[in-house]
């Protein structure tokens, strides 16, 4: 199961972090990611953590502006988000996935807006 908070409200510029609690997961051999979703447009990767060895990857669109990071005590990913714009507005979705194969859990969505 996964769970975000952290959602909201921003002006441009502005910052916001996302986590994700995850339960019932063997988190070390999984990857946790970040999708988002602006209505009328495909789902677009965000970015993805290797739960094992912390390894990264971002999508071009917030590359060098967005960070995902893990806690492992506590089980959560989380997603900074710094410099937004408005078209980063668009509902944001936790993912995990084993190492091996497709994305197989999802949140339920947090709503990100950004003002301009």
């Known amino acids: 199961q996964l769970v975000e908070s952290g959602g909201g409200l921003v002006q441009a510029g502005g910052s916001l972090r996302l986590s994700c609690a995850a339960s019932?997961?063997?988190?070390?051999?999984?990857?946790m990611g970040w999708f988002r979703q602006a209505p009328g447009k495909e789902r677009e990767f965000v970015a993805h953590?290797?739960?094992?060895?912390?390894?990264?990857y971002y999508g071009d669109s917030v590359k060098g502006r967005f960070t995902i990071f893990r806690d492992n005590a506590k089980n959560t990913v989380s997603l900074r988000m710094n410099s937004l714009k408005p078209e980063d507005t668009a509902n944001y979705y936790c993912?995990?996935?084993?190492?091996?194969?497709?994305?197989?859990?999802w949140g339920q969505g947090t709503q990100v807006t950004v003002s301009s």
């Open positions: 019932g997961h063997t988190l070390s051999t999984y990857v």
């Open positions: 953590i290797m739960w094992n060895d912390g390894s990264t």
């Open positions: 993912a995990a996935r084993p190492s091996l194969s497709g994305w197989n859990s």
